[in-house]
């Protein structure tokens, strides 16, 4: 195969599209969960099919899910491989847009739902005078850890 191919099931070749639920993979699920009473963290990982439903079921009672991009990426890319492996939410997120009832996205937020417009984490943190959610993490450094 070609560089920056890879074979697909059922064979062939396909682009390299690991950013994309369609051929990527969740490895793990960061997370910090809060309720009225208690405030929780962890990361979840494993085998995919589990991972993707012990999340599911980690987020049964989610009332909204807040991250950075989650809309257009994290949430959609969970969703996307758990239709593939056949899990079933339990927790089904509303993906309408210029709304943040069920899905707080910062990013969308920030860019008042400007579609033509994208802001890195970093480059936000940085423009609010506050430290970087991501520390030292770089896609380098998850490379090497995977």
Known sequence: MAGGEEARPGGGEVPQTSLEGHWGRVFCV?????????????VLS?????????????????GQFVGFNIMDFDLKFLMQ????????????PS????????IYDVMCEWL?????DHIRLD??????????PKGAWTAARCTTII
């Open 30 to 42: 960061g997370y910090v969960k809060e309720t009225p009473s208690q405030l929780t963290q962890g």
């Open 46 to 62: 494993g085998e995919e099919p589990a991972l993707l439903q012990d999340f599911w079921e980690l987020s049964r009672d989610v």
């Open 81 to 92: 491989r758990s239709i593939i492996h056949g899990v079933k939410p339990t927790n089904t």
């Open 95 to 102: 993906f309408a847009r210029y709304r943040s009832d069920h």
């Open 112 to 116: 008042q739902w400007d579609n033509r």
């Open 123 to 132: 480059t936000l943190a940085r423009a609010l005078g506050v430290a970087s």
